[in-house]
């Protein structure tokens, strides 16, 4: 079945330094991939997301490239505020009606100190 | 406010008692999806309805839970003789068939605590 793998947290930056939250995956076929984020007290929010091989996803700064290769969907972010202190998940989905539930990995804190 | 909402937020529950939460999804929405949260993990799946129809249920959902959507528009998701294990948080998604990448939007759940 369907997994997806993240690395393992919590991470500590400071401000401005550069981000990469790792993110493998396991499918059949060509899923789609996101990555989801909960900040403190809310619920979650797309982030961003990748629908085919070689494809970017990016927003608010993240960008995230979808490796067919390397079955990976690492996040990155070049200069981390504080404000993006919150959870990570990493997810996918299948590309078809009848696999359009997410699958998703354990989720990482991140923490940015000012 | 046009997204996706969840009624009741907390719910305190002694075990063996009966719990209903309700989902009402974005309106346009056709899909929607129920996920359970955990402590430290990430939301795992339920069930989904197209409309009306429930076509996919994990074996997750055990004969105690039952989730009904019956014009096709908010749901709602029933756990019968609650146990400790329930204990979790209830999310509910909704997306829009056909769109690319199936992107779900999320509601703020529904924190359950079984005592």
């Known amino acids: 079945g369907n997994s997806v793998t993240q690395m393992e947290g919590p991470v500590t930056l400071s401000e401005e330094a550069f981000l990469t939250i790792n993110c493998t995956y396991t499918a059949t076929g060509y899923p789609s991939l996101f990555w989801y984020v909960q900040y403190p007290g809310e619920g979650l929010q797309l982030l961003l997301k990748?629908?085919?091989?070689?494809d970017k996803g990016s927003n608010k700064g993240f960008e995230a490239t979808y490796r067919k290769e390397t079955t990976s969907f690492h996040l990155e972010k070049g200069s981390v505020q504080v404000s993006d202190s919150a959870v990570y998940f990493c997810a996918l989905s299948g590309n078809t009606g009848a696999n359009s539930k997410l699958t998703f990995g354990k989720g990482i804190t991140l923490s940015v100190r000012p | 406010d046009t997204g996706v909402s969840q009624d009741p937020r907390h719910k305190i529950t002694k075990r063996g008692q009966n719990v209903t939460f309700r989902c009402d999804p974005i309106s346009e929405h056709n899909r929607l999806y129920w996920y359970r949260q955990t402590l430290g993990q990430g939301p795992e799946f339920l069930t989904y309805f197209q409309n009306e129809a429930q076509l996919e249920k994990s074996r997750l959902l055990s004969d105690r839970f039952s989730a009904e959507r019956p014009k096709g528009s908010f749901s709602t998701l029933e756990i019968q003789r609650t146990e400790q294990g329930d204990s979790a948080m209830y999310l509910c998604?909704?997306?829009?068939?056909?769109?690319?990448?199936?992107?779900?939007?999320f509601g703020p759940g529904t924190r359950l605590t079984v005592t």
């Open positions: 990748a629908t085919k091989a070689d």
């Open positions: 998604a909704s997306s829009l068939s056909g769109t690319s990448g199936y992107e779900q939007y």
